[in-house]
Structure formats: structure tokens, C-alpha cells
């Protein structure tokens, strides 16, 4: 495994326990999943990645950050699913969660029968099997009581915050808050919009499993979201949680192929470039980007725009594409000041490059995690989902990135000042180096977390530790 010291206390793994991800079939759960098996892989206990054969060959084929040779160390099982639609996303739906992906989530219950096969010959290899799957998964993994020595961990693929006042809401916010959370819920956005009734329902019917799960597993770190871990910790007190991320390398970022957008960021000066994208499942309207567009142009700031339209159920079949219109001539009028790039974008590798000095991003919580950890502010622009939320602890809490669109006003279009505004703010005003100076100093305690003896490393011990007992 390159790039990636392995841990050497541990030594041999003595148990012969061995470990089964479960992730969800949408690129910011299989992705956190597979940094994740990189983690547990450095303590030399065999890691399986379960999942279809089109998921895992999308996992392989995205990962950034780390040397995908080192995934040669998974155990890769693709296990089969009956063919599902793969409608195109909507650019033009009022409600941006991508619902075009539901005929996907829902034939990934289908996966209840290998998953249990493949459960059943994998445990009887090893001393203890632990499934971590993610918290949309659990139908999935529920024949996991028919073995002995079988455990299993929820995997949260969201913040700690946006997860507790999400539960707090749930159960009639039962639990009295401590002042300090109590303003916060003040500013907390509203739900509606966030995702669909289909959607909620789906996930009813995963966490009615939560009885089976032995503990919760969160891409987080105490530095960032220590109160929030404490509530999780209060409502949940049955079980144990571990605050192990980042899953993400931090360090010695970057691939075999280097990626021609970064000879061009080699190019400029420090902090000087915006990255621009809106994560795997969001699809923009034509009127939206041509005002992004126009904004960008108008701020006169250096950009690399990631304009994708979000991704389908099977990111493999070719179908028609949609063309995004962009302003004429505009590629050529901003040449050598930006960059749009129509494909896959390493983003770890991006934010990691010195001359990145921003990130405008939907808030998916990987987004939001690789840029923190990297010492990028954000400029919060939510589409769905967990997103929204996650804005308020990004903006509010960490005071680590500015709001480009308030979930209040998420049935309008952005204008074109909007977004030059709120770059310029952000690239080019002394309130934005302060932002960017808070985000380099919290990035760096994240940093220091998972290093012998920080808060992140010790976590993710103990729960290799009690795996291994
Ligand atoms: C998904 O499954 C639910 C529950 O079985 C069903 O009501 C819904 O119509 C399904 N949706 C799609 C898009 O297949
Ligand atoms: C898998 O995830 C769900 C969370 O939705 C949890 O309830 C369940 O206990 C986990 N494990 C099993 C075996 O179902």
C-alpha cells in the first residue's frame, strides 16, 4: 500500500476477524466506505467490499487521493442484483434529491440473498465476522442473526450534526438541550425539500433494523463535532460510537496519473483558484448554470467549474447525454482564468493543491470533510439531502465557509450577482483570508487527530481493538 504507513503496534492480527463493508450504491457512500477499508486495511485485517459489480467497479474506478493499486488489497465481491431502470436526473425538478436513482436503492434490496450466502462462507473462514454497513443498508444485512459470529456497525454517512437534530426531531425532541444547541435550532433548515416521500419511506424501512447493530461508525472527528458526538452519545446510550474520520487521507495526497488540471494549478499563485462542484447527484437547470456561469465570469476570480449532470443508477450505460448550456463563447472569454471540466475531477487532489484557495459545494458530507480536512473554506450552496444542515454547522458553527444560497430561498435561482458576490467574498476580501486562515488551523488539528496519540486515531484503536478482542 503506497502512500500509507501501516500501523505497526498492532502487529499481526492474531483473531483472524475479518471485516465486510456494506456501503450504499451512490458514489458518497461507496466512497467513504472504501477510504475507510484503506484505514482498517493498515492494521492487516482483511477487508471485504461487498456491493454489485457495476458499484464496486464505480468505487475502484473514483477513488482519489491514494493509489488505487493499494485497492488490490480489498476482497472485492460483486454479487448480483435483478436489472433496475436508470432514468436520467431531472434538471428542472422543484426537489433536487436525485430521485431518478430510487429504481436503483430499491433493487439494492435484492442484494438481502447474496449478502447472506456470502456472510455465511465468509464467516466460516474466521474467528468473528464485522459487518459495518451503512445505515441504509440494513435490510440488507439482517440475516446476520442466523450467525454466531457475526457482529454488526452502523455506518452514519452523515455529520454527527446533521444526524442527531435529525433523530432529536424525530423522537419530538424529546431530549432537553443545553443552551448553547438550543440557539442552534434556531437557524436549523426546515426538512421540506430535502428529500422525497419515497425516499423517507426507504428510509424507514432500513433503520427499523437499528436492535441488530452494535455500534454506530462516523466519518467525524471529535475536533469538529465533539458536542454533537456527546448528543448522539446521550440519545443513543446503548451503544457505542466511534468518531473515526477522516476517512480521507490527509497526507501524501495524489495518484499515479497525475491530472492535467493540476499542471495548470502548478501554474498559479497560492489560494488564487475557486473549485467549483456540486458532488455526483445533482443535476442544475439550463437557467442556473448559464447564471453560475456568468457569475463566475463576472468575479473575475480563477476557477476550475466541474460541470457534470448527476449521476445514474449505472454510471456505466451510455445513454443520451444532456449538454449544459453554457453562455457562448464563454470557455473562450474565461481562458486561462478557468477551467470547466466536463468528466471526473480528482477532488482530493484538487483541494489538496496549494493554489486552491476555495470551494463552492453542495455540502455533501464528504465534500465537506475532504475540504475541511484540506484547509479549504466553502462556499455552502445546498441542493438536498443531509446538505442544508450541513451548511449551518460549516457557516455557523465552524465559521470555516460563507452561504451562497439559504435553504429559505431554495425554490429560487441564484443570480449571477449572487455568485459573483459571495466569490469575492470568499477569494478576494479580507474577511474571506480570515475564513480561509480559521479553515487552514481547524484542518490542521483534524490533521493532528490522526496521528499517534490525536482523538480521531485513538477512536479508530479502540474500536480495532474491540473488534479484535
Ligand atoms: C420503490 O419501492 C417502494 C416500496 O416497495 C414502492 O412503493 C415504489 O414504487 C418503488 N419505486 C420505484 C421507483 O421503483
Ligand atoms: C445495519 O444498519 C441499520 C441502520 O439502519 C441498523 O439498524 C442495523 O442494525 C445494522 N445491522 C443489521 C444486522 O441490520
Redesign the pocket.
Known amino acids: 500500500m503506497a502512500n500509507q504507513q501501516k500501523h505497526q503496534n498492532h502487529g499481526l492480527n492474531k483473531t483472524k476477524v475479518a471485516v465486510v463493508m456494506v456501503p450504499f450504491p451512490a458514489q458518497g457512500h461507496l466512497n467513504q466506505l472504501l477510504h475507510l477499508s484503506r484505514l482498517i486495511l493498515a492494521y492487516n485485517i482483511p477487508v471485504h467490499y461487498a456491493c454489485t459489480a457495476t458499484h464496486n467497479r464505480q468505487a475502484m474506478l473514483r477513488v482519489h487521493g491514494w493509489d488505487p493499486n493499494s485497492v488490490s488489497d480489498i476482497h472485492f465481491h460483486d454479487l448480483k442484483i435483478p436489472p433496475f431502470l436508470t432514468p436520467s436526473p431531472n434538471p428542472n425538478a422543484p426537489n433536487k434529491f436525485p430521485s431518478h436513482l430510487q429504481p436503483l436503492f430499491n433493487a439494492s434490496l435484492h442484494l438481502r440473498d447474496p449478502m447472506a450466502s456470502l456472510l455465511h462462507e465468509l464467516s466460516s473462514k474466521a474467528t468473528r465476522i464485522i ?1 459495518i ?1 451503512d ?4 435490510s440488507v ?2 440475516d ?2 442466523t450467525i454466531p459470529n457475526a457482529e ?1 456497525y ?1 455506518f452514519h454517512s452523515i455529520s454527527a450534526f446533521t444526524l442527531f437534530f435529525n433523530l432529536w426531531e424525530a423522537m419530538g425532541k424529546a431530549l432537553e438541550l443545553d443552551p448553547y444547541s438550543k440557539i442552534i435550532t434556531k437557524d436549523l433548515p426546515i426538512l421540506e425539500g430535502c428529500l422525497t416521500t419515497e425516499f423517507m419511506n426507504f428510509i424507514d424501512s ?2 427499523n ?5 452494535s455500534g454506530y461508525l462516523y466519518n467525524t472527528c471529535r475536533v469538529i463535532e465533539g458536542a454533537y458526538m456527546d448528543l448522539m452519545e446521550k440519545i443513543e446510550g446503548d451503544k457505542k460510537h466511534w468518531a473515526i474520520g477522516p476517512f480521507n487521507p490527509v497526507r501524501n495526497i495524489g495518484s499515479n496519473k497525475r491530472h492535467n488540471c493540476l499542471e495548470w494549478l502548478d501554474k498559479v499563485s497560492p489560494n488564487s483558484v475557486i473549485y467549483v462542484s456540486f458532488g455526483t447527484t445533482t443535476a442544475m437547470e439550463d437557467e442556473q448554470i448559464k447564471e453560475l456561469a456568468i457569475g463566475l465570469e463576472k468575479s473575475e476570480q480563477k476557477f476550475i467549474w466541474v460541470l457534470r449532470d448527476a449521476d445514474k443508477g449505472d454510471v456505466f450505460i451510455n445513454g443520451e447525454l444532456r449538454k449544459a448550456e453554457i453562455p457562448k463563447g464563454f470557455e473562450e472569454r474565461v481562458k486561462g482564468r478557468g477551467m470547466v471540466m466536463k468528466d471526473w475531477a480528482p477532488q482530493l487532489e484538487i483541494l489538496s493543491h496549494p493554489s486552491t484557495g476555495g470551494f463552492m459545494s453542495h455540502c455533501g458530507w464528504n465534500s465537506c470533510m475532504e475540504s475541511i480536512t484540506m484547509g479549504v473554506p466553502i462556499a455552502a450552496w445546498p441542493m438536498a439531502s443531509d446538505q442544508p444542515r450541513n451548511t449551518v454547522l460549516i457557516t455557523k458553527l465552524l465559521k470555516v465557509g460563507i452561504v451562497v444560497k439559504d435553504w429559505s430561498r431554495r425554490n429560487e435561482l441564484v443570480t449571477s450577482s449572487t455568485v459573483e458576490k459571495a466569490v469575492k467574498l470568499l477569494m478576494a476580501s479580507e474577511e474571506g483570508d480570515e475564513i480561509r486562515k480559521r479553515t487552514v488551523d481547524l484542518g490542521g488539528a483534524i490533521g493532528q487527530s490522526i496521528e499517534e496519540g490525536g482523538v480521531s486515531r485513538m477512536e479508530l484503536d479502540s474500536f480495532i481493538t474491540h473488534i479484535t478482542r
Open positions: 459487518v454497513n445505515s441504509l443498508m440494513g444485512v439482517q446476520l442473526v454488526s452502523t432500513q433503520v433494523f437499528q436492535k441488530l447493530s
